[in-house]
């Protein structure tokens, strides 16, 4: 991709000479520029939004913006940077930041880049043509760099959309198949259960069907739940609240740590605290399962950081299996051997519904998934 990107803004070792030498020249300016685009974002009511933490996250974003301005004169601009400004690009695609903002935006920095150049006395005609032909190369790559980003998500959203509705068609077709037999069997389950009260055997027996008859429907409901789009019920949710329910609802096997901390300093959030406690059932049922047999331990941690309430849900399990990293929130993916693989595909439907994420990072030991949410 940097290779086709820089063959066409017709790149050369002469516009990375041009650059490294325009940098100790314009690096004085760098404060000052990084200031107005900030400035620019939040005079602008629009853009503003996009800046959720408020003064602090600012603070924060002209670090990064100033070490992002170094780079960009300094390189080398190898597939470590490409790989460096495409995850920016990601971090814009997943707080959902218009495409149109970023021309206006990398117009303020072309603007304010080229003007401290021309003012540069040191730089003969010919230097400032060449260094101007360098600048305006590096920040169209940067734009097609980050544009691209949107593509990326845009073409993975779309495949997922795909997948989700051929499966779900499938699934919602053999889900409401399977509920008429089901339904039998309970009704004849029923009847049964009063012929065979005094036959022990047979007792244990029916029993056991009727459990595995509560699993199978369970697994429907789990489909259904899935691929019907429920539309979210949005009211001010306390999140402390879903999580306990979520915590007393799973089933705690003995010798378990379960640690909670933190969820008291989350914040109050618009949502559907039905689908928020189900997303979180899930994931610390499956933390749960997933922990260490010899000394289980899970813990439910929550923080609120750059205006999103981060939940993590962490066991000191095995960890997730790298061959399926990739595809773990795909629908059916499973390594446990009860399991549908459904759970997770959940949790980030009803993340995503809340305009949030859920993420997987691994821990030292076990695993580790993050939920965030906007804080309205
Ligand atoms: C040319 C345009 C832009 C450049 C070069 C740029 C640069 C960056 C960089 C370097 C980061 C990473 C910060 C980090 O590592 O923590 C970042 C993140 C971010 N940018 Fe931009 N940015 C641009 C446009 C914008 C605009 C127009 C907005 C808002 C209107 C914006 C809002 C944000 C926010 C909110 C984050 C933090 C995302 C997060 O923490 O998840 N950016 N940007």
Redesign the pocket.
């Known amino acids: 991709m940097l290779t086709e990107l820089k063959r066409y803004v017709d790149w050369s070792t002469a516009d990375e000479a041009a650059l490294r030498t325009l940098y100790p020249l314009l690096k004085p300016r760098f404060p000052e520029i990084v200031t107005i685009f900030y400035d620019r974002?939040l005079e602008h009511e629009e853009?503003r939004a996009?800046?959720v933490g408020g003064e602090s996250?600012v603070g924060?974003?002209k670090v990064?913006?100033t070490q992002?301005l170094e780079a960009l004169f300094s390189g080398p601009w190898d597939d470590a940077y490409y790989e460096q400004r495409a995850r920016?690009g990601r971090?814009?695609v997943?707080?959902a930041?218009p495409q149109h903002?970023?021309f206006a935006?990398?117009n303020v920095?072309r603007r304010e880049l080229d003007t401290t150049l021309s003012e540069q006395a040191s730089l003969s005609g010919s230097e400032r043509t060449t260094a101007r032909t360098a600048l305006g190369r590096i920040l169209d790559l940067?734009l097609a760099i980050m544009l691209h980003t949107y593509r990326e998500d845009l073409l993975a959203q779309r495949a997922r959309a795909e997948r989700l509705a051929t499966f779900g068609q499938m699934a919602a077709s053999i889900g409401h198949e399977l509920r008429n037999p089901l339904g039998v069997i309970e009704t004849s389950l029923f009847l049964l259960r009063s012929r065979v009260q005094n036959d022990e055997r047979a007792n244990r027996q029916v029993e056991r069907i009727g459990q595995q008859v509560g699993i199978a429907s369970g697994i429907i409901t789990g489909l259904l739940e899935l691929v019907r789009d429920k539309p979210l019920t949005k009211e001010e949710v306390r999140l402390d609240q879903v999580i306990e329910n979520a915590v007393a609802l799973v089933q705690k096997p003995l010798g378990l740590n379960l640690h909670v901390e933190g969820i008291d300093t989350l914040p109050r959030i618009l949502g559907d605290a039905g689908q928020l406690r189900q997303a979180f059932t899930n994931l610390i049922e499956n933390a749960i399962q997933a922990a260490a047999t010899d000394a289980p331990a899970v813990w439910v941690v929550g923080t609120v950081v750059?205006g999103r309430a981060l939940i993590s849900v962490e066991d000191n399990g095995a960890g997730v299996d790298a061959s399926i990293l990739s595809r773990l929130f795909e629908p059916l993916i499973t390594t446990k051997s009860s399991g549908t693989g459904l759970g997770l595909s959940l949790v980030q439907r009803i993340a995503e519904r809340h305009g949030g994420t859920v993420e997987y990072a691994p821990r030292e030991r076990g695993a580790r998934f993050v939920v965030a949410l906007p804080i309205a």
């Open positions: 974002i853009a996009a800046l996250q924060h974003l990064t913006m992002w920016i971090m814009h997943r707080i930041l903002y970023m935006a990398m920095l940067e750059d």
